[in-house]
């Protein structure tokens, strides 16, 4: 589609995050995915736009359709008896705390997210099953897939911190009748909720989305970074990013690379991811501008149970926030799940509530008419720790995703703000210890 017919390359006010949903709609197929110089997805245009329709716009997750996560909400669930709502968590019916044992070794926390689809497959609520699964290909080492066996389903498990887009899958959806449940992240649930309101087929046929909780995507170019961390010389053709080991607490798990010449390398979230991860190198613009937490257009969210009376276990638990009745069911019986308050899964979250509040208020507040509109009403924080935090990942994320140099040489390039960001956190204690004392407040 032409920029000048409104494409939501440029409507999206350069806010692609690749889900691929524009390109499944487009009615000419004028839309198809394909990497970008950052390592992520987005729609380029295979033949020119003749109509104009819109349609691409009106899909994606970031560009204005006038809906957002409270609007697609109230609709998809507020009309459900018993149901609840929090601004944090969106709508919510039940939540839960747990694990499937058969599940969780191969899994990113209790293997609950492959225990629900592979049981909605079982008890024929669906027919088919859209999941993240490794393709042994280097050049997309993960995709989406449709799968209709749970043994198939089951080699899905495990997170993909991997750029992976739609538009494969829902053209398949729409060309084959059937009842489909799919996995994705809260804006790729959204942008399918969006497409929903479009199609009929779509409506009918995505009967159950299972939403996972997101601090944030990473381009190819993060997988590219930690294995080179690794030490990994060969070509990728696979990666585990949710390696679990006994002696280490569910939050130290690794990342396993497989090369093409057979080799196999490790490295611990200690040993550089969690600092690439947590200073949000490679990731795109687009995550700064999110303010959904907990995917609240999903019939159920899975997540991990960062809690300190989980996180010791290696082996990992889920918590579940569950939306729709036909997945409370489905949950009933079949898997050791307890009932846990819904505090507790925005405490296990409380991080990524931070950067999608205060963090995304203050990106607002700077960036005025040429933010997109978002439910967080744009503010500067008060405490000036906290501005300077946001500044310097800022300009960290912003130079991961230009740089284009030897690996070597990456980090050190971030040296002053990872300086700076050590000093910041080193009187961050004292001011909240003294804040805390006066009965202040963190702003
Ligand atoms: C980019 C990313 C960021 C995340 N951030 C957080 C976070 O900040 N906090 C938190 O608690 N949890 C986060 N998660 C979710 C967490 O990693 C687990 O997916 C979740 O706890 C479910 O674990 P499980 O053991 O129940 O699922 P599993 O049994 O491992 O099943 C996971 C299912 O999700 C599918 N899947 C994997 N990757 C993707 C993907 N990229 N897009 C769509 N589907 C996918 C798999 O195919 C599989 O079906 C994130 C996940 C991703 C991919």
Known sequence: MGASMGSPVTTGKNLCIGCGLCAALCPERALSMAWNRYGEYSPAEADPCTTGCGLCAKVCPFAGSGENEDTLGERLYGAIPGIRHRPETGYYLASYVGYSEEHRQRSASGGVATWILERLLSEGIVDRVICVAPTGDPERIFAFRIFESPEEVRTGAGSAYYPVELSGVIREVLAVPGRY?????????????????????????????????????????????????????????????????????????????????????KIFWREGIGEAWGNRWF?????????????????????????????????????????????????????????????????????????????????????????????????????????????????????????????????????????????????????????????????
């Open 181 to 265: 449940a799919v996995t994705g992240l809260p804006c790729f649930i959204k942008a399918i909720r969006l497409a929903q309101q479009q199609n009929k087929k779509l409506r009918e046929r995505v009967a159950v989305t299972l939403g996972l909780v997101c601090g944030q995507l990473k381009s190819r170019r993060f997988t590219e970074y930690a294995a080179a961390l690794a030490g990994v010389r060969g070509e990728v053709v696979g990666v585990r990013y949710r390696g679990k080991s006994p002696d280490q607490p569910a939050s130290n798990f690794y990342f396993s690379f497989a090369t093409r010449d057979g080799e196999e390398h």
């Open 283 to 443: 990731t795109p613009k687009a995550c700064n501008y999110c303010d959904d937490v907990f995917a609240e257009c999903a019939d159920a969210t899975c997540m991990d149970a960062w809690l300190p009376e989980y996180v010791e276990d290696s082996r990992g638990t889920s918590l579940v926030l569950v939306r729709s009745p036909l997945v409370r069911e489905a949950l009933k019986e079949g898997i050791a799940l307890a009932p846990i308050p819904v505090e507790r899964l925005i405490q296990s979250q409380a991080g990524v509530v931070a950067v999608k509040r205060e963090h995304l208020a203050y990106r607002l507040h700077l960036n005025g008419e040429r933010a997109p509109e978002k439910r967080v009403v744009p503010a500067r924080p008060k405490n000036p720790i906290l501005r300077q935090e946001i500044a310097a990942k800022d300009r960290m994320q912003e130079f991961s995703r230009e740089f284009e140099g030897c690996w070597a040489d990456f980090r050190a390039a971030m040296g002053p703000d990872l300086a700076r960001l050590a000093a910041l956190r080193a009187i961050r204690v004292p001011v909240r210890a003294l804040q805390s004392l006066r009965g202040g407040r963190r702003g």
